[in-house]
């Protein structure tokens, strides 16, 4: 189906609801369109069930592919609007991911871009815009989140205990 490596996915994970769909659908003979997406959101739920686990490592992983392979697929349809819906709430796990992990600079790229692509849906009117402006709202308050996070982080051991 979708040229994906593997390797990160730990035993442990592998035997999981998520883990065996994920294997499933990467080792599948190229089918129908709609399979890489699928496929992306079995990553993505596997990010989520790695984080369960508290596997780090494994959550960065899944959820990056889960954006790599949602990207191939709008590269290969850039008309279908649902797949821009998609990329932005993958991103967001991504950004999520990224956030636990501490890796505040990345996780703010993550936020910014899903903004913009937020912004362009809520324009082009491809989402009910209800919907849109709460997942814009969800994403705006993630990144403010985010980037109070790096600051905290840069700040000096004695200003933050005198806070």
Known sequence: MADIELSWLPAHLSQ???GRTVTSLASAP??????PVVLA?????????AGVYRDTRTRLAAARSAVEVIRQTASAAPTEPQHRQDLVYLLAN???????????????????????????ILAAGIAPPVESRS???SLLADHRYVHESKLLEARPIDAQRAA
Do not use: Y
């Open 16 to 18: 999981t609801e998520a």
């Open 30 to 35: 190229h089918v129908p369109e709609a399979d």
């Open 41 to 49: 959101w079995a990553l993505s739920s596997l990010a989520n069930t």
């Open 94 to 120: 991504f950004g999520h991911a990224l956030t636990d992990a501490g890796r505040f600079e990345a996780a703010a790229r993550a936020f910014e871009e899903a903004i913009d692509l937020q912004r362009l």
């Open 135 to 137: 997942t814009l709202d």
